[in-house]
């Protein structure tokens, strides 16, 4: 089953396609096309898009049975997006979030770091050990890249990797959820939904402690460290019950959708056939 996905562009077409194929990049996936159309592949995901003046038409072909729809659009919208205040950024790809005061950073920096927690999730059902890791921290270091942009500041992603790597220290556990995935069978199952909380919970922590920085002007690269990584501990167990608010957020909206589905149908805008349909596609 494909689903095409129609993703309002808020940047130039190429500046969109560039930045969708250093992204596919960094995450070690495919992408070929222009600014007109093209394909990607990666992380067993496959698909193609058209771009039409400033909406592109993505059509995900195939995704991992384990991974849940929304999961993977929210994946895919993210190669497509570009982050407000990078289109027409100089060569470093970075910008001052001109116009815009301390609140309205604040709430753009959260809308990255919900959409990066969702990516980062996903990246914890991988099931291959200790490759998961990897691509967790790749989501952490893209969400501080934009966290960036929208601070008005730049960093290099050598500081980046290592400002992660400093909060998240101690991986002995994180090591243990993802080596139980070499257990075949139950182990798998185990490693991998532990794993995913344990990544949406660090890359929200990762996420707090940055915006607490940018927000007090301070140097990602000379942060002291004891009180960020206190302030990353405290803010990983607040990132769990974050998870927990996410996965209910998206039963509900799910919940909705089902019922504006069936008062359409009520109102006989969709036949039965057309409702079970659309049901079929929400519950899958």
């Known amino acids: 089953m494909s689903r095409t996905l129609e993703i309002e562009l808020t940047a130039d077409a190429e500046v969109?396609?560039?930045?969708?194929?250093?992204?596919?990049?960094?995450?070690g996936a495919e992408f070929t096309g222009d600014r007109f159309a093209g394909r990607f592949?990666?992380?067993s995901i496959e698909g193609h898009y058209r771009i039409e003046g400033k909406t592109a038409h993505v059509t995900i072909e195939k995704k991992p049975d384990f991974a849940p729809w929304p999961m993977v659009e929210n994946a895919i919208r993210g190669f497509f997006e570009v982050p407000a205040g990078t289109a027409g950024a100089g060569a470093g790809g970075a910008s001052a979030a001109s116009g815009s005061g301390p609140a309205s950073r604040r709430a753009r920096a959260d809308r990255v770091i919900k959409k990066h927690v969702i990516w980062s999730t996903g990246a914890g059902l991988i099931p291959i050990p200790v490759a998961d890791l990897a691509a967790v921290t790749a989501v952490q270091v893209s969400m501080l890249e934009e966290l960036a942009v929208i601070y008005g500041v730049q960093y290099s992603e050598s500081v980046l990797k290592?400002?992660?790597?400093?909060?998240?220290g101690g991986m002995a556990a994180r090591l243990g959820a993802s080596a139980l995935k070499a257990i075949p069978g139950l182990g798998s199952v185990i490693g991998g939904v532990s794993m995913s909380v344990m990544s949406g919970a660090s890359t929200y922590a990762v996420g707090q402690v940055a915006k607490r920085q940018f927000d007090d002007s301070a140097d990602l690269a000379k942060v002291d460290l004891g009180k960020a990584k206190q302030d990353y501990k405290e803010a990983y167990e607040k990132g769990k019950d974050y998870v927990s608010s996410l996965?209910?957020?998206?039963?509900?909206?799910?919940?909705?959708?089902?019922?504006?589905?069936?008062?359409?149908?009520?109102?006989?805008?969709?036949?039965?056939?057309?409702?079970?349909?659309?049901?079929k596609k929400l519950l899958s």
């Open 16 to 27: 969109v396609v560039e930045k969708a194929r250093e992204a596919a990049k960094k995450y």
């Open 41 to 43: 592949a990666g992380n």
């Open 162 to 168: 290592s400002f992660v790597t400093a909060l998240t």
């Open 247 to 279: 996965e209910k957020e998206e039963k509900q909206d799910t919940v909705s959708k089902l019922e504006r589905l069936a008062e359409l149908r009520e109102r006989g805008v969709l036949t039965e056939a057309e409702f079970q349909e659309q049901k």
